[in-house]
């Protein structure tokens, strides 16, 4: 160093902000640019990782558009979408009201919902295949004890897509109810109290009052679980292995099929791009059907 | 921000980058020594250290490194990542054999019929059939078939005896009408608790080897599946499988229930039959309770059968891969190690049949079989086996039978004559559009 | 009381009911003997470590823990350090390209990461880290979600103060962690948490890159362990791998509750 400390090297100023973001850029090349590059040009080729890359024209995407599978595993996927956030929703929204009101222990209720976010999904999805077992699951049990039928939570083709929606939910709820009482606790109680005075009804309050407020999270709800619901993996890959007759296949479970089971690289590339388009272009429909609703 | 920062911004970057890389991979140093891997299964762990050990012994010029493939997923994709990390071993013991095109095709293996001295030994191990069954699409040879282990019925006697059965169900009449008598719900709940069998009911391609495949081997005879790069199994032999396995669940003789998701019903004696290998006798041995007996005989076969019983043997192969440096003392080395002596130290230690004709003619393999009755009933299997199609494919062919397998025997919703044909046609685009 | 209360407060006890018992029924069929885990109620008849000590001689778990922990302890490290240098020059430092690179970074939020997933194993298998926990770590150490965090929380803090430590002649790496970081505590635990966790729980990566069991990290190690055959037919090993997986979240969580709910919530609410 050979410049005084305090007197700053202008090149050194206009360089230093680069020096900082490097390791970010360096990332950013690697591991975002170069993939997304890459996976473009994979989409035009053949490959079994071993032998020498061939080049397919547009193959792989005409093999995407006949491919019964992957158009069953995308609608599998929104099935569950389907079942899962308005789920998530309800139940969220009914436990973060609940939870707004002045209770003994409330922290612990708090707690023990957000409890399953916590935790690995490794961890909940087998702890929950042994709860769907048919036999001696405990809610079979539950079920038969109270006089009710067993239900076939994940052998029947119609019920295991959502045995692991209600799954996710209980998973993820916690947090959701977090974000909720967030939402709810903005609403001035004077508000209320005002409405209380015009004579409105329990559902013309949540209706004028507390819907308006929490708007902008049951946007953010949606948009992350459908975030999340569209990388829909390990559920299905531990419990089903995306059976009966493919009705739990999830796009993403496909995807990693094609992969690495079949050595598929090209084409499972091309389905991961156009997955992920399609995610993108959801989540846009969504933003706008939303934001456009107030 | 002085140049010492910029520095050391670069650094933990890099040292973040690199200091992994360098410590997690020791590589082989593989001048002059071979590198042998075998599975990691206890038994051939032993056989291949004293395989090892001989051979070391007396070669003390061309000494042999050995270890067992590294314990994970699964053997085929530790080998794989093996051969995109150009860190293969020269010599590997425990591949299956339907998996030997995908990996000749790469062009990564050692054609052996090009080595000295493969011609004789091959013809000497084998018999005609079971050469031309290993023989690759472009007529050489890329691997030695090693060990073998024969799919069959296995019952329990007591369950059995029970039921006052005085022969064992071979054909699918006797089968059926003996799971009709057995099903029960014993404990008066409204369901069944007990069924005469169980297999895989999971989707996974292999799960078909032991299920769908030696039934069709069974009923027609040991037929392949694919013939002349066209789907081969649209036959009476097929969907005759099919409906077989379509009507014992249909009528809840077989449980639906996933074997691996809870405890062994077997064991505990809910399931009189299933389709199993020998594996099955060292694991029982481990986990059944006391006086539990059982026994083996082939798979069912069609009312009408005539002629031998064939069945699935999953067979495993020894292939060298072309990294190898000294193919032809890798060859040697592997000779061996599949000589009758080599064979009957591994029957010995791993309950394993290794693939070679005569198995109960050469008198210390008799004498071995006559003390050990319930693996004497699969050397006796070993006659009549088959192992999979010369296909670079396989995989998928066997996955879309299990697609097919699952909606038709399943859950119904096809007949088997309708699943059979989508199936046939299915593999035929497949096959079609590989070529 | 309230009746309206009572009521309540007998919904939201099943409600916890229904998101503990499940735990609890876990914990206790894994030191429960095999055959007696299907008619488990709520108190056990006859409690056993073995489950535990047959996991144990089936599978590295302890490795496993460690690995996971190593991993996960020095992506979260590698998160802080860059994302808070990252986050510093877009909140601080002018430079051409700053408002690219701000847009960039949002983009690659949006980003989904099956896109890349496919290409970054590729990328692992030619820089030759397939089975080496380069491949675990290297690319988790940058995040963008940690950048947007910090370059949030740099923005309110005064110029005045970075420019007094300039004065004084500190480095801009010094300014960051030793000036800034003690002033911006709560975002540095919210994006530990959240990056400790997310990979701690992250199974899909793992799964690809690594196939070297003495390699592999925990929950990796776990469902392999389950979906696999190696559990053998036995359930009770099975489950207790899974309570050993979850154990060192459950007693963090136990610990520090208040964090983790702040952070994922705040983190709910970037996102």
Known sequence: MSAPRKKRNPLRRTVLPYFVVSPYLIHLLLFVLFPVVFSIVLTFHKWNIISPMEYVGVDNFLRLFQDRLFWKAILNTLLFLVVHIPLQIVVALTLAYFLTQKLFIRGFFRASFFLPVVISGVVVTILWQQLYGMESGVINRVLTSLGLGRVEWLTNWRIAMISIAIMATWKNVGLYVILFLVGLQTVPISYYEAADVEGATAWQKFRYITLPAINPTIFMVVILSTIGGFSLFI??????????????????????????????????????????????????????????DD | MGTKDIFRTTFLFLFFSWAFTSCSKDRVNRDNELLYWSSNNGGEIQFSNWAVDRWNSAHPDNLLKYQPVPEGQSSEEIILAAVVAKTTPDIYSNIWQGTVEFYSTAGILVAL???????????????????????????????????????????????????????????????????????????????????????????????????????????????????????????????????????????????????????????????????????????????????FEYGFYPMPVPDDHEGPIYTYCDPKSIVIFNTCSNPQLAFEFVKTMVSEEGDLEFLRTTNQLPRRKGLDSIPDFQAFFSQNPQLQVFAQQAKHVKGVDNCEVLTEVFDIISQEYEACVLYQIKTPEEAIADAERAVNVLLRVKN | MKPSKIILFILLSGAALSFLYPFYWMILASLTPEAQIGELGIVPKELTFSNYTQMFSKIPIWRSLLNSTIVASLSTLGVLVFGSMTGYALAKLRFKGREVLFFTIIFTMTLPFQISLIPNYILMVKFQWVDTMAALIVPALNNAFAILMFRQTFKSIPDDLIDAARVDGCGELRIIYQILWPNIIPTIITVAIITFMSSWNDVLWPLIVIREEHLMTMPQLVTLFAVGGRAEPQLGVKLASAVLLALPIIVAYAIFQKHFIRSMASSGLKG
């Open chain 2, 113 to 291: 019929d090009t080595l000295e001295g493969f011609i004789d030994f091959i013809q000497q191990r084998c018999d005609p059939a079971t050469i031309l069954e290993i023989t690759s699409g472009d007529g050489h040879i890329y691997q030695v078939p090693w060990k073998i282990n024969p799919i069959m019925t296995i019952y329990n006697k007591r369950l059995l005896a029970e039921m006052g059965l005085d022969t064992l169900p071979q054909t699918y009449a006797a089968y059926m009408d003996a799971a009709k008598r057995f099903k029960k719900d014993t404990d008066g709940d409204g369901y069944v608790d007990q069924w005469f069998g169980n297999t895989s009911v999971k989707l996974a391609w292999y799960q078909r080897l032991f299920n769908f495949y030696p039934l069709y081997l069974a009923a027609s005879g040991g037929m392949p599946l694919i013939k002349d790069n066209r789907a081969n199994f649209n036959n009476e032999y097929a969907i005759g499988a099919f409906r077989f396995l379509q009507e014992l669940y249909r009528e809840n003789y077989f449980s639906k229930q996933d074997q691996s998701a809870g405890q062994d019903l077997f064991v505990a004696e809910k399931y009189a039959t299933k389709f199993t290998g020998p594996w099955e006798i060292q694991y029982l041995d481990r986990f059944k309770r006391e006086g």
């Open chain 1, 235 to 292: 559920e299905p890959y531990i419990m089903t292995g995306g059976g009966p007759l493919n009705s739990t296949l999830s796009a993403m479970l496909y995807i990693y099929k094609q992969a690495f089971e079949y050595y598929h690289m090209g084409y499972s590339a091309t389905l991961g791009l156009f997955f992920a388009l399609l995610i993108m272009l959801v989540v846009v429909v969504q933003k706008f059907t939303i934001e456009s």
